[in-house]
């Protein structure tokens, strides 16, 4: 069965620090993975996507994603990290037809001024 | 494009009472997704719909839930009678096929 596994449940880096958020997935064939955030109050919103083609995604707000075959992974990057990231992080894989996501349990992200 | 759309954003009421959550999906998204959102269990899928058809409601805790979408723009979860257990955050979410989910901002709800 698929599944997404997000290893660290609360991270804290000060502001200005990079960052990097674990994610690694079991699936079968080429996944497509999301990454979405969700600010306290609010619905999750799609970072950034991988479908096919290049392993290095970019997506909103500066965040970029590399996913790695042979790792099982797609781990979120931030070069520098601003105080408006904090917020809650998901990793997902679709999981077999009809669009149904499987969601990683989510990291939380504080920053430190 | 408007976004996906909740109704109520917040609701608050006594165990026993029925309670109806709305959603309307983005317009040309054929899929909609119904989800809850807890501290204890994460984000939970309940159920989902594909063309207003439910495809997998294996999701759905107990026979007090139920969901419907009688049409491409609306689509209610309903919970009766509600317990205390049942508070959480629900969320809606729609796609198109091969396309990223586009999450509602949640109807949080408080059952006393």
């Known amino acids: 069965a698929q599944s997404v596994t997000q290893p660290d449940i609360h991270i804290t880096v000060s502001e200005g620090a990079s960052l990097e958020l674990r994610c690694n997935y079991s699936y079968g064939a080429t996944p497509y993975l999301f990454w979405y955030v969700q600010s306290p109050g609010q619905g999750l919103q799609l970072l950034l996507k991988y479908f096919s083609g290049d392993t290095l995604v970019q997506g909103i707000k500066g965040f970029e994603a590399e996913f790695k075959r042979s790792q099982s992974s797609f781990n979120l990057r931030k070069p520098s990290v601003h105080w408006s990231d904090a917020a809650e992080y998901f990793c997902?894989?679709?999981?077999?037809?009809?669009?149904?996501?499987?969601f990683g349990a989510g990291t939380r992200l504080a920053v430190h001024p | 494009d408007a976004g996906v759309i909740q109704s109520p954003r917040h609701e608050v009421t006594e165990m026993g009472q029925e309670v109806t959550l709305r959603c309307k999906p983005i317009?040309?998204?054929?899929?909609l997704f119904w989800y809850r959102q807890t501290m204890m269990r994460g984000l939970e899928l309940l159920i989902y719909f594909n063309n207003n058809v439910p495809i997998d409601d294996s999701g759905m805790p107990e026979d007090r839930f139920s969901a419907k979408m009688p049409n491409a723009s609306f689509s209610t979860l309903k919970i009766q009678p509600s317990e205390p257990r049942d508070s959480a955050v629900y969320f809606c979410?729609?796609?198109?096929?091969?396309?990223?989910?586009?999450f509602g901002d949640g109807t949080r709800l408080s059952i006393l």
């Open positions: 997902a894989v679709v999981s077999g037809g009809y669009n149904k996501l499987i």
């Open positions: 317009s040309g998204h054929d899929y």
């Open positions: 979410a729609s796609s198109r096929i091969n396309q990223p989910q586009h």
